[in-house]
């Protein structure tokens, strides 16, 4: 037990929780985080009450963390208490980080998944088209009402963040490398650069352990269309992995399964779109910068097989992709 233990508090927004059970998943480590910080506000995991945030004075808190995408007035505002309240903010997992599977939602708007969820869905029984409601709004309990924006964003695009972890969830090794930190913060003060991604800088498939022969693909093939040869690049036997695009520190989980990478750690530093960059390594693997080779129908027939390509290539970072501009632009 150290004697200056820290203030910890643990945020959220549009969150499945698995960020929370990565936290758990510590295992009995959990014990060195709260011999180190006292957990202040950790509503998932115990009745805390966002009242109980708000008393806290400013910089009181000293490290939070944020999990979840910014979707609604209510997660904007824990968001802008935890920056108040806070001298350290960490983006916690891929949603916090760069928007993440509910920052699909920015492929429509919200009156467009009003109307497919509580109107055109088969199932959907709701004459009198009763919706939540878009505004910030106190009912007859005196409760306050969250209004859904219209747009998921990342946690940097509402607050300033000091750090990241990403993972969907995080992996619990990298959130075993926040103790030493925190152990660090409370013995000299001192904390990484600001912007720190605590994860590796390399791409995963520098990590991987599967063997890459530079082998070119002539059609692309889904997981469960073959069984695919243990030993060899999956991206070279023509399923789609993300490796290339996204960033290293899981220890390549995925690929030992055998399944492929879906990028959830998101691009390396040197990125900027982790869908263009992917869009890139395929082409190059498809062989379509040797153009002879290739005719635009040729390329027009591989892409085809790519399903849901927004899905695969932005699954974990719409909010902060170029081409999410576009798509608001032509909303
Ligand atoms: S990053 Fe993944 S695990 Fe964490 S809240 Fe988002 S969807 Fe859930
Ligand atoms: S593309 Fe996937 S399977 Fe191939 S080396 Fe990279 S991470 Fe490994
Ligand atoms: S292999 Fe890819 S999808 Fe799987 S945990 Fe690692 S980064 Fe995430």
Excluded at 288 to 301: A, G, I, W
């Amino acid at each position: 037990m150290v004697e200056n233990k820290i203030k910890l508090a643990i945020g959220l927004g549009s969150t499945c929780a698995g960020c929370d059970i990565a936290i758990l998943d510590l295992k009995e480590k959990i014990f060195d985080l709260v011999a180190l910080a006292d957990i202040v506000f950790w509503p998932t995991a115990m009745d805390f009450k966002l009242s109980e945030l708000e008393k806290f004075n400013e910089n009181e808190i000293d490290i939070s963390l944020y999990h979840g995408t910014v979707r609604t007035s209510e997660h904007e505002h824990i968001a802008h208490l935890l920056r108040e309240r806070s001298k350290v903010i960490i983006a916690f997992g891929s949603c916090s980080c760069f928007g993440g599977i509910p920052g699909l939602c920015n492929v429509t708007d919200r009156e467009g998944i009003f109307n497919t969820i509580y109107k055109e869905t088969p199932s959907t029984v709701n004459p009198e088209f009763v919706t939540p409601k878009t505004e910030t709004v106190v009912n007859k309990h005196n409760l306050t009402l969250p209004e859904l924006h219209n747009d998921g964003k990342a946690l940097n695009q509402v607050i300033d963040v000091d750090y990241y972890l990403p993972g969907c969830p995080p992996p619990v090794e990298l959130i075993e490398k926040l103790l030493p930190i925190i152990k660090e913060f409370i013995d000299t003060g001192n904390l990484p650069p600001k912007g720190t991604v605590i994860a590796s800088e390399k791409t995963l498939c520098d990590e991987c352990p599967l063997e890459k022969k530079g082998k070119m693909i002539s059609k692309i093939i889904r997981p469960h269309e073959i069984i695919p040869d243990p030993t060899r690049c999956l991206l070279e036997q023509g399923i789609l992995c993300m490796g290339p695009a996204t960033r290293g520190g899981c220890g390549a989980m995925c690929i030992n399964a055998l399944m492929p990478c879906r990028g959830c750690m998101g691009p390396t530093s040197e990125v900027k779109d982790q869908g263009a960059k992917m869009i890139g390594a395929i082409a190059s693997i498809l062989g379509v910068e040797n153009e002879k080779d290739f005719s635009d129908e040729d390329v027009e027939k591989l892409m085809d097989q790519i399903k849901d390509p927004l899905g695969t290539f932005y699954r974990f970072t719409l909010p902060v992709a170029l081409v999410n501009k576009r798509i608001k632009e032509r909303r």
